[in-house]
Every structure is written in structure tokens, then in C-alpha cells.
């Protein structure tokens, strides 16, 4: 059978930034298990019509892999998805790349002190597991009556028909979260009516977008330097965003009034107006930017229904308002499902219990990275790792640097395994919620994807980011425990500093 001495699940930012920082360390041998045709994750899968990132290029990119060539400030879907192929490429990541490989089961042998991996094509063995599983992975469709009954083209917008043409359609858009605001517009034109079915009004604000010239790319690759203090000062500013989100009241009135005034300018209509207004503290649900989207609600032939789903029929759909409205295609903009890991039914520990069964009262791990009772496996992008700010990049760099630091510690000392304790766990994750207590996503009077069944934040990080770098910036063995290893491959046992 064959093995690895690291397998990473994945092939988007984290699957492939922990690739390339592994072999910036001189690590040959490990494999990244992508089940799709191709690398990408997350912006691989998002192709709908106007599918842009809502943070900056310059932030939204490994500090250690910056592109000077952004044509614009946020960039679009097939820019990022082009950046991860140049990525792949430059770190010489394609020869570990598995594509086509999706993980069926990964089962801990604590006799043998491995991971037994099943793959859709075929078994291997792991000294290592990292999933590199984002949130973003699996789409989240609502359990609506009678979804299975339509007889007309229906698509989650992560899934989108390109061979479905819209022209001239009744289409029903069901969700208003940051994928709709985006693909809305594009269509609106299209189609003969749109019907855009809203159970909660996003906060929007006006998305500064510009082109970056040619001057301005040709500086960035002579001058890297530059570019790094473009990022620097983009990424303080969005921290400041940390001041309101831990302490809502003082702070974010001034975002409330830029939103409010930017819905003002493009909705005269005052009903329409105030249907799109927002009834909760802005940043409890994730700020929105787009300047186009209302604008595209105004048109003659759109209907906003503030109201959920009750029933699809076979040419129709009811909402919440009890009005049958018939619809050629239903699009559904409705996330993912973001609290239930992605590969937590796959992932069985020391005691044969999956990550969905050991979470069943809510996620945790310590900095959100390892998990008692699963030994040798790390997540990337883990329990309270997201962010409703900034660019999860930065996120995804700082626990690639914790796990390198883990391997190297343990690889100079000899050791095979280790497992967190329950105990160091468990007070991580008692800070961690105590500081969220009083954040806008726990008292913003919302009910966001970022909670899970029992009412808490699971997803998002409370604090600055800086924080959760440094705290990961080292390896703390003293929250866990080791086992001996047995001699190890060369190019692992020195393992070097990046």
C-alpha cells in the first residue's frame, strides 16, 4: 500500500499553501489529495457570473507568493483561480498533486501509529494528516417541500448551469448573501422577471474598486517592497473592523451611516427602500460591498419578497407570504454549510468516532488546528479560524507556520505521533468563547451562518488577527503528548526553517 509521510486534503489556499511552505522546508514526501479534476478549491468551484473576492488582491494572497500583475484591487474569479495555478507551479507542487483523489474515509490506527486513508481511487497510509478543507467546500441547499417536485432548471449558484440560458426566464433567486449580490446584476438583464426572496436585508457598502495600471504592476515586480507596504496598510485598516465587531455600540455607527446613505442614493423608492434595510447591528451577518446591486433591484421586472421559501411546485414556487409565483429556474445563493466540517463525517479518531460525532455539542480545537482523540492530524482553516474582515490568507499562513513548526520540533526529537490534551483544549476554547461573549455576532440580534446549532460562534476568530499570529507563531509542547518515532526519512528529519 502506498505512504506518505504527509497527506493534505485539498488543493485550494490551504491545501497548497501548506504544500508550498513544505517544500520551501525541503520536504519531498507528501501528496495533496484533491478530489476534483483540477486544484483550486473554493475559486476552482464559484464560476457564476460576476464571482469577485470582497478583499483586497494585494491582501488576498500568500506574503510569501506575491502577484504584482492584479489588473484591479478586488480581483475576479479567474484571476485568484490563475494566481493557485501559478502558485502550484512555482513551488513545484504539481508531481505531489493527487487530482481525482476524494477522501472516503481516513481511520487513525493507533497500533501501527498511522492514518489509514481511502481514496476514490484506491487506500494509502499517512504519518500526518492536514485537511486543507475550507468552510466554502460543500453548498448548502434549504430544506424546502416539494424541492425535488420542479420541473424546471435549478442550480446553486457555487454549481452554476453555464449551458442554462437564462434569456427571457421567470427566475427565482433564493438567498441574498455575498454570492447573490454579485451574480444578481449580472443577469438582471437577461431575464424576462427576476424574483429575489430575502429573509434578511444584508448591510452593503460601496465597493472602491479600481484598475491597477501598468505603471503600477511594473513598480510592484521591481519593486517588491512597495507592494508589501500596499498590503501592510491594507490590512491594518481592516483591522480596525476588529474595534466594532468586539465592542458593536461605540464603534460601528459610522458604517451603519456610509451604509444607510449608500442604499438611500441608489433606492429612491422608499417601500423598496425600506424592505432592503437592515434590522440588525451592522457586522452581526457579514458586511457586504457592491455598488451594482441595488441598482439592479430597481428595475421594473424585479420583485424583492422578504420572505423565505414554503413550498416549491413543479412550476412554482410559495413563500413565506403564502403567494404562488411561477418560476422557469430557481438559484440558489443560500452559503454553505459552514459549521458542519466539511470532512468531519470521514475522519475517524483513536476511539473509531468521527469529527462529526465528537462535535456534536459544537466544533472546537485548539487554535483551531488540532483536536483531542485525533492524533497527527492538523486542520487548516479549523474551529473559530474564519473571519468576517479580512482576508482569511492570513489566517491560512499563520497555522501553516504553527504546523511546520510542530513537524520540526518533533521530527529533531525523534517523535512519531502526538495528541493535544484534553485539557489544554479545552482552556483554549474557554478563552475563546469568553471573548466572544460580548462581540456583535453573539449580541448583533441576527441569526447568522456563523453560529452553529447551539447558539455559538463556532466559525469565526474573535480578536485581531495579529493575535492569532502570534500566538501560533510557536510551537507549544507543553499542550500535548508524544510517542517515540522510528528512524526517519532524511529530507523530514531535517526539516528546515522558512
Not at 478583499?55 to 502577484?67: A, C, D, G, I, K
Not at 455598488?291 to 420572505?307: I, K
Request: glycine share 8%; net charge neutral; charged share 20%.
Amino acid at each position: 500500500m502506498p505512504h506518505t509521510t504527509v497527506a493534505i486534503i485539498g488543493s485550494g489556499f490551504a491545501g497548497l499553501g501548506m504544500g508550498a511552505r513544505l517544500a520551501q522546508a525541503g520536504m519531498r514526501d507528501f501528496l495533496i489529495l484533491e478530489r476534483a479534476a483540477d486544484l483550486g478549491g473554493t475559486w476552482r468551484d464559484n464560476t457564476y457570473p460576476g464571482a469577485e473576492c470582497d478583499v483586497p488582491s494585494h491582501l488576498y494572497s500568500f506574503s510569501f507568493f506575491q502577484n504584482p500583475r492584479w489588473s484591479q484591487s478586488f480581483s475576479g474569479q479567474a484571476e485568484i483561480q490563475q494566481y493557485l495555478q501559478d502558485c502550484a507551479d512555482h513551488f513545484g507542487l504539481r508531481p505531489h498533486l493527487r487530482l481525482g483523489h476524494e477522501l472516503v474515509d481516513a481511520r487513525w490506527d493507533d497500533t501501527a501509529q498511522l492514518w489509514n486513508i481511502e481514496t476514490s481511487q484506491g487506500p494509502l497510509t499517512a504519518q500526518f494528516l492536514i485537511s486543507g478543507m475550507g468552510s466554502l467546500a460543500e453548498p448548502a441547499l434549504p430544506d424546502v417541500p416539494g424541492i425535488d417536485r420542479f420541473k424546471g432548471a435549478m442550480f446553486h449558484s457555487a454549481r452554476w448551469d453555464h449551458d442554462h440560458d437564462l434569456t427571457g426566464e421567470r427566475v427565482a433567486v433564493v438567498g441574498t448573501g455575498a454570492s447573490a449580490i454579485q451574480f444578481v446584476p449580472q443577469i438582471v438583464d437577461r431575464v424576462g422577471h427576476l424574483d429575489l426572496y430575502q429573509r434578511t436585508a444584508p448591510w452593503i457598502i460601496p465597493r472602491r474598486n479600481r484598475r491597477l495600471s501598468h505603471v503600477e504592476q511594473r513598480l510592484f515586480a521591481r519593486f517588491p517592497a512597495l507592494q508589501h507596504a500596499q498590503r501592510s496598510a491594507i490590512y491594518w485598516s481592516r483591522e480596525a473592523y476588529v474595534l466594532g465587531f468586539r465592542r458593536p455600540d461605540p464603534v460601528m455607527g459610522l458604517p451603519a451611516r456610509v451604509a444607510r446613505r449608500h442604499l438611500a442614493q441608489q433606492v429612491p423608492d422608499p417601500r423598496l427602500r425600506a424592505t432592503l434595510t437592515p434590522d440588525y447591528t451592522i457586522g452581526c451577518k457579514r458586511i457586504l460591498i457592491s455598488n451594482d446591486y441595488y441598482p439592479a433591484l430597481t428595475r421594473p421586472h424585479v420583485d424583492v419578497v422578504p420572505a423565505g421559501l414554503t413550498e416549491i411546485r413543479e412550476r412554482a414556487v410559495i413563500a413565506a407570504d403564502g403567494v404562488e409565483r411561477p418560476a422557469d429556474t430557481i438559484i440558489f445563493g443560500t452559503g454553505f454549510q459552514v459549521t458542519e466540517f466539511p470532512a468531519g463525517r470521514r475522519l475517524r479518531g483513536r476511539e473509531g468516532r468521527t469529527l462529526h460525532e465528537e462535535w456534536s455539542d459544537g466544533a472546537q480545537a485548539h487554535l483551531g488546528c488540532t483536536v483531542h482523540g485525533y492524533p497527527n492530524l492538523f486542520l487548516v482553516v479549523g474551529p473559530n479560524t474564519g473571519l468576517g474582515h479580512t482576508s482569511m490568507v492570513y489566517m491560512i499562513e499563520a497555522q501553516v507556520q504553527y504546523i511546520l513548526e510542530a513537524l520540526r520540533w518533533m521530527f529533531r526529537r525523534g517523535l512519531r505521533t502526538f495528541e493535544v490534551t484534553a485539557a489544554a483544549q479545552a482552556a483554549y476554547n474557554d478563552r475563546l468563547q469568553e471573548r466572544m461573549r460580548d462581540t456583535v455576532w453573539t449580541t448583533g440580534g441576527c441569526a447568522s451562518w456563523y453560529l452553529d446549532d447551539t447558539g455559538r460562534n463556532t466559525t469565526l476568530w474573535p480578536d485581531f488577527t495579529w493575535r492569532f499570529k502570534h500566538q501560533t507563531r510557536r510551537f507549544d509542547p507543553e499542550s500535548y503528548r508524544f510517542r517515540v518515532a522510528d528512524p526517519l526519512p532524511a529530507d523530514v528529519a531535517h526539516l528546515h526553517s522558512v
